[in-house]
């Protein structure tokens, strides 16, 4: 099994798509995050019971021996791997009467979100491509006094997490309560309420590894309000990277908030990547002897575990690119790829197009 970055899965996925089988005999898996490796097993076995039946004797000896690798490869696994696991096997021959049987298990590097199994004249990809499209998640709030939803935009999905509501009753007061005593039993559940879409945020959002950013979407004194009130943690607060005025706390206002927010979305991303390089510029000048430029000096850095961040320009070939990242993987060091799209990352590339910051001088 393999655990793939996403320029390592892009090559794989490359190849995949060019094998094409003679009948529905080329076999695709994919095993969500979190299920139990052995009822897929027990499904094989059964699909290989199933295949017998198959008319063509040469599509049922291919199915058949598929089957049966694959059962072989997910005997070696005590569990599903942390991802998922995505599996392909098949006879990928192109001289017809010839048998080359090959079996792929990657682990990917975003989780599956659901089962499938299917034989087919080629493999099934398109759940692999679509962590390819996803580069960045970010966590969406819209909300009122009255409701709250909270979703995270992956690539082009939004996903809702919580629903929420208040409770606060409505301008119309209830007979005999005066307009003090009411105005602060709904301030007091307004405030409540927002302690409670914060305490639900600090749950999803805090500890969600790719999250780059945090959208609010609100009317003008709502949002403003509860940023203002400081509910949210300062971890949160500080991923916060605009608010939109909206009118919709459903999970409708979900899509109104993303769509109002393109050019905010599209802008961090490039932001945050010349943050990226800056660092390492700021480290060039300030800290030289704990900070490399150029392949040499860094691949030796990398080979003696003293790199605490890898740099590499998306215009290096992409062997060298999987060469530098596998050896950082296999040292713990986190890897950069900077897009030659910015101005810092057209210089990084002409100054050198590989770096590195150091955990400490060698």
Known sequence: ?????????????????????????????????????NSVQRQLGAEKSTAKNIKSTGTRKNVIEALEKLIRELKTLKKTPENGLALFSGNISKVEGQQNLQLWAIEPPSPIKSRLYRCDKEFVLEPLKEMLEVSEVFGLLVMDRKEATIGLLEGKRIDVFQKMTSGVPSKVRAGGQSSQRFHRIT????????????????KIFFNMPKLKGIIIGGPVPTKDEFL?????????????????????????????????????????????????????????????????????????????????????????????????????????????????????????????AIGSILRFKV
């Open 228 to 352: 203002d009130s400081e509910y949210m943690a300062t971890q949160l607060r500080e991923k916060i990277i605009g608010k939109v005025d909206i009118g919709d706390a459903s999970e409708s206002g979900l899509n109104e908030l993303v769509e109002k927010s393109q050019n905010l979305l599209r802008d961090h991303e490039r932001t945050l990547e010349k943050k990226d390089i800056e660092k390492f510029f700021q480290s060039l000048g300030e800290n030289p002897e704990k900070t490399f430029l150029g392949e040499e000096n860094t691949r030796k850095a990398l080979e003696i575990g003293a790199v605490e961040i890898l740099y590499l320009s998306n215009k290096l070939s992409k062997s060298l690119i999987k060469e530098l990242t596998e050896i950082a993987k296999n040292t713990g060091a986190e890897v950069k790829i900077i897009s030659t799209e910015i101005s810092e990352g057209e210089q990084f590339y002409n100054m050198g």
């Open 1 to 37: 099994m393999t655990e793939l970055n996403k320029t390592e899965l892009a090559d794989v996925l490359e190849k995949l798509k060019k094998y094409k089988g003679r009948h529905t005999e080329l076999v695709t898996i994919y095993v969500p995050a979190g299920y139990d490796i």
């Open 187 to 202: 301030e007091g559940l307004t405030k409540e309420f927002y302690k409670r879409i914060a305490d639900e945020m600090k």
